[in-house]
């Protein structure tokens, strides 16, 4: 199996001058990724490495760098999918955790349970072996700044720096036909703690199955949630080809429709990336802009916002 990787830094209004921050980390991201896959390791460990570098970039709403909630805290949700077995590990609420992708894939592979929440979570890292941080430890100086903003100015929506969704993704296949769907954010700015956003939760901001596809999704997690977008691309992607279609024609059909059935009833802005289950990528969005990146089959890298 050829392997395949793709990549979103989040669907949002970015600004002109967030356009070269935001190529760059899906470049960095795809290449920490791509080097997994390339040396003919796993897709799980593709998609940690890539979100990795999402998470560690403050240009990007998941790990440092998140919004903060109505308490000026970092509340972080993340999930990893493997198409397999269906199984996903899935934290919510997480406020000591540098990496949530990290406790996700632990909770995918050392947890009885699929989702984990709060100081739960956390507790189920440190048992792990995760190190943990100071809440302060992920709260980047601009989002501290936004925060104060809003905090007096009622949330004014030029305080959130142009970007109210940016929740960070990936989806790999391996050589070995391995598929696997990762999701991180940071939630909303200024949201009411304890909300989690479609993220974390399985079918809504990402899915896998190897039968038909992998998801990551990214935008207005409440109306993603309405239509449980991930799931719902995966299943398109079931459907016969229109005759004429090759996949890469079916690939983009599956994420388009979800999009649009986003916007028709979701009545909410966002995204999507996938992989169908021979590795071709696609991707939609009905926002001003999407961060993605993806690895052409000649291993050259496509960046684009």
């Known amino acids: ?48 490495a890539a979100i990795v570098v999402l998470e560690d970039d403050p240009v990007f709403d998941a790990g440092y760098g998140s919004h903060l909630n109505g308490d000026g805290r970092v509340e972080c949700d993340a999930i990893v999918m493997d198409g397999a077995t269906l199984r996903a590990g899935a ?15 632990k909770i995918l ?10 100081d739960g979570a956390e507790r189920f890292a440190k ?23 809003c905090r007096e100015d009622e949330h004014a929506a030029e305080n959130h720096r142009g970007h109210e969704q940016g929740t960070v993704g990936a989806v790999a296949l391996d050589s070995h036909g391995r598929l696997f769907a990762a999701t991180s954010t940071g939630g909303t700015c200024c949201k009411l703690p304890g909300r989690v956003g479609d993220s974390p939760l399985i079918g809504c901001g990402c899915y896998a199955d190897s039968e038909a596809g992998g998801v990551s999704c990214t935008g207005y ?39 649009d059935l986003l916007a028709a009833r979701g009545k909410g802005t ?15 969005f009905n926002s001003p802009r999407m961060a993605y990146g ?12």
């Open 270 to 284: 966002g995204g999507l990336i996938l992989l169908d289950r021979s590795g071709t990528p696609a991707f939609a």
């Open 127 to 149: 048992d792990c072996g995760l190190a943990l941080c100071t809440p302060e430890e992920l709260v980047s100086e601009a989002e501290w700044e936004a925060y104060l903003r």
């Open 91 to 105: 934290a919510a609420g997480l406020q000591r955790t540098k990496n949530p992708i990290r406790l996700a894939r």
């Open 221 to 259: 997690g409440e109306a993603i949630m309405k239509i449980v977008m991930a799931k719902t691309a995966v299943d398109f992607l079931r459907r016969p080809s229109l005759p004429g279609e090759n996949d890469l024609a079916v690939a983009n059909r599956a994420a388009q429709d979800a999009v």
């Open 294 to 305: 993806y690895v052409n089959p000649d291993g050259t890298f496509v960046i684009a916002v």
């Open 1 to 48: 199996m050829k392997p395949s990787l793709i990549v979103h830094g989040g669907a949002w209004d970015i600004p002109d001058e967030a356009v070269a921050a935001c190529n760059q980390g899906c470049g960095n991201a795809l290449a920490a990724g791509w080097s997994v896959l390339a040396s003919g390791r796993s897709a799980i460990e593709a998609v940690e």
């Open 109 to 118: 592979e050392e947890c009885p349970h699929m989702m984990l929440i709060a």
